[in-house]
């Protein structure tokens, strides 16, 4: 089940009750109206969060988490490096690390089975038998390997697949799919993630957006990121330097755009879909199309833009369609009321 | 002192505007809170592209030449150091006069304050904060033979020419390699005329380095694209 499907899910009363880790879905998840809608209906609702993010706002006991430098354990970049993160600072208060708090739950409930570890390296220990074999296989890191070499690659087996032997020196796989590597689906049989060991081409079939542009919306919003928010903001829009760079979201839009809606830079500007609508200040760029507008995600409330976006999702993939729906912009006769609140952290 | 085999080097082609250089700055002890280093788009209207200033060491600091108090001393190793607070009277003198647009004025604390190539770090030999998390490499501290293994098509340039004035400089620019052997030298006042020109037209012609012209028209990639 994805994360979309769970809302869906508490929306027809299949799901009563919800315990999330580090979720903010008021922010992330698209046509967000829904979302609050199901965060209502919950009958029971627990957040793990290391502050007190806008979904957790919802929850019936919040249960305050630990940040990366409060916890020690790896982390596998996107590259597929292994990193180590060391803890530098104790959890303030009465935070805990998120798997202690699992634990602990796990005991309330009279079912620790398989949540009894006393440290995080215990569970990576569990994690190294746990992949054994697989494609992301962890068996020969060890924490030492890790430090040693600024992160060890995987798959890094403990046993060579082929023979058997141990293999306590493997380096791991800084490259992956090399002419004669080895992988537990292909198994020898070439470097690919299939039988025959061969790559596929998949052919991805146009599919016209599920809000596509009409007369009524004749334009395209898509949503993104900038540099200096990550996700939902819960950790960045609280640092005052990130925040200063790029302090709340704004309208971009082309000087072509802007002219036929007699928009200015830094002009209030209301954008509206189906489901709802947004003002924001424009910045006019020749950096996109005349023809489509971008509104970055990370914030909350009536700043955020998945007010508007649509919840339909990518068949495969399960990815909404944050990057597509038809909308429709116009001047704003001023500042929306929220311009002059700070925002709940602020 | 500065080892002297060790210089920086400024890549800005390489700056992907990721900020780390401005947080890793912003983070430090001896300015805490403010970042010594602008990241700045290039224009922003027309292009994500950014730069990286930092201060550039001048071999005759312009800063200090204008300051009426002497607050800003160049150490023997060519490293021009940020005001002395005693000194300093805030007057912004050097805001004005610095070719690059480095120093600023903090009025909160009526002192200026700017690079100084975090020098109780690259003074035993260690990398400034922000070459330190720059992950492209558009800021690099290091050794002119690291550099020219690194960037075999680039030369350092370390000459800048406003109107009639030229500027050397301790930092170094990385410039194409064929271009600097005609003459190295980065003639940055020619540069900010031909932007204004370019402007509407979108014709952007390039004599920044030496008396080297290319033009190229740039069709808007969006022509055909219907409002």
Same mark, same amino acid.
């Given at each position: 089940m994805d994360a979309y499907e769970i809302f869906r899910k508490i929306d027809a009363g299949e799901i009563r009750g919800l315990l999330s880790i580090c979720f903010n879905p008021m922010v992330s998840l698209p046509d967000n109206a829904f979302i609050r809608r199901a965060l209502e209906k919950l009958e029971f609702y627990v957040a793990i969060d290391f502050f007190l993010n806008d979904s957790a706002r919802f929850a019936d006991i919040i249960l305050p988490g630990s940040l990366q430098e409060e916890d020690e354990g790896v982390v596998a970049q996107v590259e597929g490096r292994v990193i180590k993160i060391n803890k530098a600072v104790d959890c303030p208060g009465e935070a805990r690390q998120d798997w202690v708090i699992i634990q602990d739950i796990a005991k309330a409930l009279e079912r620790p089975h398989g949540m009894q570890f006393n440290s995080p390296r215990e569970i990576f220990e569990e994690l190294r038998i746990a992949s054994k074999g697989g494609i992301a296989d962890y068996s020969g890191i060890t924490w030492e390997k890790v430090e040693q070499?600024?992160?060890?690659?995987?798959?890094?087996?403990?046993?060579?697949?082929?023979?058997?032997?141990?293999?306590?020196?493997?380096?791991?796989?800084?490259?992956?799919?090399?002419?004669?590597?080895?992988?537990?689906?292909?198994?020898?049989?070439?470097?690919?993630?299939?039988?025959?060991?061969?790559?596929?081409?998949?052919?991805? #079939?146009?599919?016209?957006?599920? #809000?596509?542009? !009409?007369?009524?919306?004749?334009?395209?919003?898509?949503?993104? +990121?900038?540099?200096? *928010?990550?996700? !939902?903001?819960? *950790?960045?829009?609280?640092?005052?330097?990130?925040?200063?760079?790029?302090? $709340?979201?704004?309208? $971009?839009?082309?000087?072509?755009?802007?002219?036929?809606?007699?928009?200015?830079?830094?002009?209030?500007?209301?954008? $509206?879909?189906?489901?709802?609508?947004?003002?924001?200040?424009?910045?006019?760029?020749?950096?996109?199309?005349?023809?489509?507008?971008?509104?970055?995600?990370?914030?909350?409330?009536?700043?955020?833009?998945?007010?508007?976006?649509?919840?339909?999702?990518?068949?495969?993939?399960?990815?909404?369609?944050?990057?597509?729906?038809?909308?429709?912009?116009?001047?704003?006769?001023?500042?929306?009321?929220?311009?002059?609140?700070l925002e709940p952290q602020q | 002192m500065k080892p002297d085999n060790l210089h920086f080097f400024i890549d800005p082609n390489r700056c992907i505007g990721c900020q780390a250089c401005v947080q890793a700055c912003s983070e430090c002890d001896t300015h805490r809170g403010e970042s010594m280093i602008h990241l700045e788009y290039v224009d922003?209207?027309?292009?994500? *592209?950014?730069?990286?200033?930092?201060?550039?060491?001048?071999?005759?600091?312009?800063?200090?030449?204008?300051?009426?108090?002497?607050?800003?001393?160049?150490?023997?190793?060519?490293?021009?150091?940020?005001? +002395?607070?005693?000194?300093?009277i805030a007057c912004g003198n050097c805001v004005m006069a610095c070719p690059f647009g480095v120093p600023e004025v903090y009025e909160d604390r009526q002192l200026m304050m700017k690079c100084d190539m975090c020098y109780d770090r690259s003074s035993v030999g260690k990398k400034p904060m922000c070459a330190t998390v720059c992950p492209s490499q558009a800021l690099f501290f290091g050794t002119r033979e690291q550099i020219e293994q690194m960037r075999p098509q680039s030369t350092p340039v370390n000459a800048f020419q406003f109107g009639n004035q030229t500027i050397t400089t301790q930092v170094f620019t990385m410039v194409p390699k064929a271009s600097a052997q005609q003459r190295p030298l980065v003639d940055v006042t020619a540069a900010m005329n031909e932007e204004a020109q370019a402007r509407s037209p979108r014709d952007v012609s390039l004599s920044v380095i030496g008396n080297r012209t290319a033009t190229a028209t740039v069709a808007d990639p969006f022509a055909e694209v219907e409002v």
């Open positions: 070499n600024m992160g060890v690659f995987w798959p890094c087996p403990s046993h060579d697949p082929k023979t058997g032997e141990p293999t306590p020196d493997h380096p791991g796989t800084p490259r992956l799919f090399e002419r004669d590597s080895y992988n537990s689906v292909a198994k020898g049989a070439g470097p690919f993630y299939f039988p025959d060991g061969k790559a596929r081409f998949n052919v991805a #079939d146009y599919r016209v957006p599920v #809000d596509d542009i !009409s007369d009524e919306y004749p334009l395209f919003l898509t949503t993104g +990121r900038v540099v200096s *928010q990550f996700l !939902s903001g819960t *950790q960045t829009r609280r640092i005052g330097p990130l925040v200063k760079q790029y302090p $709340e979201p704004r309208i $971009e839009m082309h000087p072509r755009l802007a002219e036929k809606l007699g928009i200015k830079n830094q002009d209030w500007t209301t954008a $509206e879909t189906r489901r709802g609508s947004i003002t924001l200040r424009a910045m006019v760029v020749t950096t996109i199309r005349p023809d489509t507008i971008f509104v970055p995600y990370h914030w909350a409330g009536k700043k955020s833009i998945n007010q508007l976006t649509v919840a339909a999702q990518d068949p495969i993939s399960k990815i909404p369609q944050y990057k597509v729906c038809g909308c429709r912009v116009k001047k704003a006769d001023g500042p929306p009321e929220y311009a002059s609140v | 922003r209207s027309h292009s994500v *592209q950014t730069v990286p200033v930092i201060c550039m060491h001048c071999d005759q600091p312009t800063c200090a030449e204008v300051c009426p108090a002497d607050a800003i001393k160049r150490t023997g190793d060519g490293v021009v150091q940020s005001a +002395r607070k005693p000194r300093c």
